[in-house]
T-cell receptor, first 110, second 116 residues
Framework: LAKTTQPISMDSYEGQEVNITCSHN???????ITWYQQFPSQGPRFIIQ?????VTNEVASLFIPADRKSSTLSLPRVSLSDTAVYYC???????????WGAGTKLIIKP | EADIYQTPRYLVIGTGKKITLECSQT?????MYWYQQDPGMELHLIHY???????EKGDLSSESTVSRIRTEHFPLTLESARPSHTSQYLC???????????????FGNGTRLTVT
């Protein structure tokens, strides 16, 4: 049974780099990994998506090791406004299911 | 910025009432979804659709129905609201990819439902 696991909560300080790891042991060859950010009273918002190795955009990086059993969202130089819940999502190619993690509540302190 | 709209934003209703939560998107996306989420918690899939006249049940669908008569519109109906339905309901859409479902989901800002 496919499952994604991520830490319940993390905290850090402004200006630091934050790494949030998601475990997805049963990921299959063609499954994609996507990360979303959610603020209170809003819907989740797409951050970054990857399939293997490393992907970088203007807000984050996503690192996926060769075995693809985990992925790490990296937020460089966080600010207070990065305080949010971050969700890992695996899109399964075999049955088009979307497997959501339970979310990581990230708190950034001044 | 949102191209997917949910109404109402907040709803307080009594037990036993029938309610319909509205969701519309202007992006021409084929796939649409309804999720139930308690604040800061997991998302639970209620229903989804691959396009017009297509509806599928998710993990948490037994007490609600959906319809997809037009591409842009995907309303969710609770026939008889109960206090256990108190939650946030999120609608999302995505493009219909040719292979794996790797098209990012676009979410609305949700409807916060309270059943008294």
């Amino acid at each position: 049974l496919a499952k994604t696991t991520q830490p319940i909560s993390m905290d850090s300080y402004e200006g630091q780099e934050v790494n949030i790891t998601c475990s997805h042991n049963n990921i299959a060859t063609n499954d994609y990994i996507t990360w979303y950010q959610q603020f209170p009273s809003q819907g989740p918002r797409f951050i970054i998506q990857g399939y293997k190795t490393k992907v970088t955009n203007e807000v984050a990086s996503l690192f996926i090791p060769a075995d693809r059993k985990s992925s790490t969202l990296s937020l460089p130089r966080v600010s207070l406004s990065d305080t949010a819940v971050y969700y890992c999502l695996v899109a399964m190619d075999s049955n088009y299911q979307l497997i959501w993690g339970a979310g990581t509540k990230l708190i950034i302190k001044p | 910025e949102a191209d997917i709209y949910q109404t109402p934003r907040y709803l307080v209703i009594g037990t036993g009432k029938k309610i319909t939560l509205e969701c519309s998107q202007t992006m021409g996306h084929d796939k649409m979804y309804w999720y139930q989420q308690d604040p800061g918690m997991e998302l639970h899939l209620i229903h989804y659709s691959y396009g017009v006249n297509s509806t599928e049940k998710g993990d948490l669908s037994s007490e609600s129905t959906v319809s997809r008569i037009r591409t842009e519109h995907f309303p969710l109906t609770l026939e008889s609201a109960r206090p256990s339905h108190t939650s946030q309901y999120l609608c999302a859409s995505s493009e219909l990819g040719t292979t794996v479902d790797n098209s990012p989901l676009h979410f609305g800002n949700g409807t916060r439902l309270t059943v008294t």
